[in-house]
């Protein structure tokens, strides 16, 4: 059984993908861009902006900021209101914050990240909530869940677990020895799960995992409907 489970915030705890594709939409226009085609715009959902824009769109490095500071702009105005939690996805935090600790771990700069918890009735699950910093450099999603995880000490990282959509969530994780599950109901490619230690079809799945006492090597949990 776990202790911890971090959980990734866009794609993964809620849906806020209409809001940030149509931020995104904004930001290329204004900067007399053609967007993006969708299965690429799709693709920014997740990792941090200034890596989306530069691997996704090519954008030179010396445009980056102002890039992610005009997405910003349009997103605060009315796309970080768009969206919701996943089906489920109330009644599994209530579920499992009963018995482990919750926390997020995502690369939406902090004050969005808990903007958006608010708004959607979420922040009260989590005790902890760590978004990126670029004041601070706190960008990347390993370092993002290295703070986390100091904020439980005493755990040892075999008792946490993150739960993501994309392959940035999963390689963390393995990277830092922890174990992982993979969204399949979020943004991510089937390929990104590859090195997941689980995946999951909806929410209501995840707390079988991890009340588990028996470590599995890899697990897709499939329901007939």
């Not at 594709?21 to 900067?31: I, M, Q, Y």
């Given at each position: 059984m776990k202790e911890l489970v971090m959980f990734d915030l866009d794609g993964t705890l809620v849906e806020t993908g209409p809001g940030i594709?149509?931020?995104?939409?904004?930001?290329?226009?204004?900067?007399g861009m053609e967007p993006p085609a969708e299965e690429i715009l799709h693709r920014f959902i997740g990792p941090p902006l200034t890596e989306s824009f530069h691997l996704f769109a090519g954008i030179a490095k010396e445009q980056l900021a102002t890039m992610v500071d005009t997405f910003r702009k349009h997103y605060q105005q009315d796309g970080i209101y768009r969206g919701g939690p996943y089906p489920g996805m109330v009644e599994t935090l209530a579920s499992l914050g009963s018995r482990v600790s919750l926390a997020v771990a995502t690369a939406k700069p902090q004050e969005s990240a808990e903007i958006v918890l608010q708004y959607f009735g979420l922040r009260d699950y989590f005790d902890v909530v760590v978004g990126s910093d670029l004041a601070t450099g706190l960008m990347g999603k390993e370092q993002i869940m290295v703070k986390v995880l100091a904020q439980y000490p005493l755990l040892h990282v075999s008792k946490a677990m993150m739960v993501g959509d994309r392959s940035f969530d999963i390689e963390a994780a393995r990277s830092l020895g922890m174990d992982s599950v993979g969204a399949l109901y979020g943004y991510g490619q089937l390929d990104e799960f590859a090195m997941a230690t689980y995946c999951i079809e909806k929410p209501s799945e995840l707390p079988e995992i991890v009340w588990s006492k028996k470590p599995k090597e890899k697990e897709y949990l499939t329901h007939e409907e």
């Open positions: 594709l149509d931020a995104l939409r904004k930001t290329f226009w204004e900067k």
